[in-house]
Nanobody
Framework: QVQLVESGGGLVQPGGSLRLSCAAS????????MGWYRQAPGKERELVAHITSGGSINYGDSVKDRFTASRDNAKNTVYLQMNSLKPEDTAVYYCNAKIKEVPWRGVMDYWGKGTLVTVSS
């Protein structure tokens, strides 16, 4: 069964940086889009970054020019480099991937369990 395993969250001061990683834990036929979403307390989940299989990247407005997403297709891994972090970036960050596990099944939506990022002095 496919699992998305996130790592890299933690506590950081305002202005600091963190790098999140998310790897798919099983053998996979193909991965379409991968990306990151976040959910702050009392708020809806929102897009952080979305990467297509072709490498096109779309960012949420609040993180443009500060966050950089990338993916390593050979490792089935997606990364999120977060710079110039602000207190309002505090949230649980979730990895998402659209995966075709085997050739005879359709693409399914998978989510990681989330990793907490806290930006505070």
């Amino acid at each position: 069964q496919v699992q998305l395993v996130e790592s890299g969250g933690g506590l950081v001061q305002p202005g600091g940086s963190l790098r999140l990683s998310c790897a798919a834990s099983a053998r996979i036929f193909s991965i379409n889009a991968m990306g990151w979403y976040r959910q702050a307390p009392g708020k809806e989940r929102e897009l952080v970054a979305h990467i297509t299989s072709g490498g096109s990247i779309n960012y949420g407005d609040s993180v443009k020019d500060r966050f950089t997403a990338s993916r390593d297709n050979a490792k089935n891994t997606v990364y999120l480099q977060m710079n110039s972090l602000k207190p309002e970036d505090t949230a649980v960050y979730y990895c998402n991937a659209k995966i075709k596990e085997v050739p005879w099944r359709g693409v399914m939506d998978y989510w990681g369990k989330g990793t907490l990022v806290t930006v505070s002095s």
